[in-house]
């Protein structure tokens, strides 16, 4: 594409300088299809909105996926929150059951003491009610007879009722012994009893317990999970929102390209319509002129009183005569400034601009593009200007010169 564009510039250029030699004014329209590159400029210019809208879409793609991104962290955060919180309950519950562990060791410690104080217990008494069985057959066999013998063994009546006392004391102490083994063995077997159920009820909470722990950890699991999940998720979009990223890059990087070569075209298009002076003669700028009233180059200054470069040459006019375009160019300012007064600039291309100054009124403006011959503005006194006249001035390369070597002056 860019070959192309040197070819149509060199072509112009071979054209441009066949016509310097003929000694005319030309158009590069001559040389240049210039309907052809409007065509092309107009064309790049659609296809260039159409990757606008493309890019417009994508980045609008991209701010979506970014959302939900941001949506997936925000949920990713809520349920790492949560499993925190489920964490710190399980712990709490972990400290419960170490806590009922230790409670159920103590009292199973308690049940095997409380078990030896029942086996010590249940001995003593056998041995107790072994020996009361002893005596009661005892008793039971000799039965009236001892207690006889025993009273009538008495020395005395004193000593019989002392044997008799003897004897219920004998008696009373044995009904408490069995009083006191049916009391103790109750007390144990209800005490094991009561350990036991302590135990039990100690173990169904620590069952309880870890079965409440057990549902914590699947339910964080199951979270933990979930959270993989939005990871996975999240990891996906991101490698989305990435090649959305890519795809951006690559349509900013094609829309510059267009935009540059639209550019180009565009250069090319404007210096195609612009006009080149190739040397001709200049159309006479002040055709009602009676007199050149000073020439270009160095005099006392007529306001100023000081020696300074008069830029162009005065031709003397009436006031309101017409002002003439010298050759066909853009008009690249038509303004006012204090020592100008009204003012054309007109720039023929090839670096060549000619200037007129102090009219009286002004027919174009910036930006237009005119004729040779063609009025542009009004002969006048604005500005600093002693009477009526037209300043005109040549410049050519950023440099002034003598316009009479571009005027052929009317006899």
Same mark, same amino acid.
């Given at each position: 594409?860019?070959?192309?564009?040197?070819? !149509?510039?060199?072509?112009?250029?071979?054209?441009?300088?066949?016509?310097?030699?003929?000694?005319?004014?030309?158009?590069?329209?001559?040389?240049?299809?210039?309907?052809?590159?409007?065509?092309?400029?107009?064309?790049?210019?659609?296809?260039?909105?159409?990757?606008?809208?493309?890019?417009?879409?994508?980045?609008?793609? +991209?701010?979506?996926?970014?959302?939900?991104?941001?949506?997936?962290?925000?949920?990713?955060?809520?349920?790492?929150?949560?499993?925190?919180?489920?964490?710190?309950?399980?712990?709490?519950?972990?400290?419960?059951?170490?806590?009922?562990?230790?409670?159920?060791?103590?009292?199973?410690?308690?049940?095997?003491?409380?078990?030896?104080?029942?086996?010590?217990?249940?001995?003593?008494?056998?041995?107790?009610?072994?020996?009361?069985?002893? +005596?009661? +057959?005892?008793?039971?066999?000799?039965?009236?007879?001892?207690?006889? &013998?025993?009273?009538?063994?008495?020395?005395?009546?004193?000593?019989?009722?002392?044997?008799?006392?003897?004897?219920?004391?004998?008696?009373?102490?044995?009904?408490?012994?069995?009083?006191?083994?049916?009391?103790?063995?109750?007390?144990?077997?209800?005490? #094991?009893?009561?350990?036991?159920?302590? &135990?039990?009820?100690?173990?169904?909470?620590?069952?309880?317990?870890?079965?409440?722990?057990?549902?914590?950890?699947?339910?964080?699991?199951?979270?933990?999970?979930?959270?993989?999940?939005?990871?996975?998720?999240?990891?996906?979009?991101?490698?989305?929102?990435?090649?959305?990223?890519?795809?951006?890059?690559?349509?900013?990087?094609?829309?510059?390209?267009?935009?540059?070569?639209?550019?180009?075209?565009?250069?090319?298009?404007?210096?195609?319509?612009?006009?080149?002076?190739?040397?001709?003669?200049?159309? !006479?700028?002040?055709?009602?002129?009676?007199?050149?009233?000073?020439?270009?180059?160095?005099?006392?200054?007529?306001? !100023?009183?000081? +020696?300074?470069?008069?830029?162009?040459?005065?031709?003397?006019?009436?006031?309101?005569?017409?002002?003439?375009?010298?050759?066909?160019?853009?008009?690249?300012?038509?303004?006012?400034?204090?020592?100008?007064?009204?003012?054309?600039?007109?720039?023929?291309?090839?670096?060549?601009?000619?200037?007129?100054?102090?009219?009286?009124?002004?027919?174009?403006?910036?930006?237009?593009?005119?004729?040779?011959?063609? #009025?542009?503005?009004?002969?006048?006194?604005?500005?600093?200007?002693?009477?009526?006249?037209?300043?005109?001035?040549?410049?050519?390369?950023?440099?002034?010169?003598?316009?009479?070597?571009?005027?052929?002056?009317?006899?």
């Amino acid at each position: 594409m860019r070959s192309k564009k040197r070819f !149509f510039a060199n072509c112009i250029m071979a054209i441009a300088c066949g016509f310097l030699c003929c000694g005319a004014v030309s158009h590069a329209e001559d040389d240049v299809d210039i309907d052809e590159l409007r065509e092309r400029i107009s064309e790049r210019e659609n296809e260039l909105g159409d990757m606008q809208s493309e890019k417009n879409e994508l980045v609008a793609g +991209r701010t979506n996926i970014r959302q939900v991104i941001n949506g997936l962290q925000s949920s990713k955060q809520e349920m790492s929150e949560y499993v925190t919180a489920l964490d710190e309950q399980v712990m709490v519950i972990q400290g419960k059951i170490d806590d009922l562990n230790l409670q159920i060791e103590q009292k199973e410690a308690e049940i095997e003491e409380t078990m030896a104080e029942l086996m010590e217990s249940e001995r003593i008494q056998q041995e107790q009610y072994d020996a009361m069985k002893l +005596r009661i +057959r005892f008793m039971y066999e000799q039965g009236d007879a001892m207690y006889a &013998e025993l009273l009538f063994s008495a020395s005395s009546f004193s000593d019989m009722l002392n044997k008799a006392e003897y004897i219920q004391s004998l008696s009373d102490y044995d009904r408490r012994k069995l009083d006191e083994y049916t009391l103790i063995v109750q007390e144990v077997q209800l005490t #094991k009893e009561l350990l036991e159920s302590e &135990e039990e009820i100690l173990e169904e909470t620590r069952q309880t317990a870890e079965a409440e722990q057990e549902d914590l950890n699947t339910l964080i699991a199951e979270k933990e999970a979930q959270i993989a999940e939005f990871q996975a998720q999240i990891s996906d979009q991101e490698q989305i929102a990435a090649a959305y990223d890519a795809e951006i890059a690559e349509q900013n990087r094609l829309i510059a390209e267009i935009e540059a070569q639209i550019a180009e075209d565009k250069e090319t298009l404007a210096n195609a319509e612009r006009p080149q002076y190739n040397g001709g003669a200049f159309v !006479f700028p002040a055709p009602s002129y009676t007199r050149v009233s000073s020439e270009f180059g160095y005099r006392i200054h007529p306001i !100023f009183h000081t +020696r300074k470069l008069h830029s162009g040459i005065d031709l003397a006019a009436p006031g309101g005569s017409p002002i003439l375009a010298a050759a066909d160019g853009k008009v690249v300012a038509a303004s006012y400034s204090s020592s100008m007064g009204n003012y054309v600039m007109i720039d023929h291309g090839g670096g060549l601009i000619t200037i007129y100054m102090h009219a009286s009124a002004l027919y174009v403006s910036k930006g237009q593009n005119v004729s040779a011959g063609d #009025k542009i503005a009004a002969v006048g006194s604005t500005g600093n200007s002693t009477g009526n006249h037209l300043h005109f001035t040549v410049r050519l390369n950023g440099e002034y010169q003598d316009p009479r070597g571009y005027l052929t002056f009317p006899r």
